[in-house]
Nanobody
């Protein structure tokens, strides 16, 4: 059974940090590109960051570049999103997703999705 389980969300003040984790099971993790998306209230889900399956190249949305860092651990089957210098506009439900190759923001290409974790940034 495929599972992507996110954790690490919560409430933080602007300027603070959070570390999101996504634990994968039920598929060959190292063979998949991994990504984080987010959906704010009343808005469409948007791409945040991705890490490729091979050389672990990373890609970021302009809105988070320089503040967020995505990484993966192919031993622990985990993908991490380190979020620093958080802003109120980062408030959203954050989702982990898996694709058979790097797919950027093309959500239809992601095969597996987690249930999401809430991040709230207060001003």
């Amino acid at each position: 059974q495929v599972q992507l389980v996110e954790s690490g969300g919560g409430l933080v003040q602007a300027g603070g940090s959070l570390r999101l984790s996504c634990r994968a099971s039920g598929f060959t993790f190292m063979s998949y590109a991994m990504a984080w998306f987010r959906q704010a209230p009343g808005k469409e889900r948007e791409f945040v960051a991705a890490v490729s399956r091979g050389d672990s190249s990373t890609y970021y949305a302009d809105s988070v570049k320089g503040r967020f860092t995505i990484s993966r651990d192919n031993v622990q089957n985990t993908v991490i999103l380190q979020m620093n210098s958080l802003k109120p506009e980062d408030t959203a439900v954050y989702y982990c997703a898996a694709a058979t190759s790097y797919s950027g923001g093309r959500q239809s290409l992601y095969r597996y999705w987690g249930q999401g974790t809430q991040v709230t940034v207060s001003s």
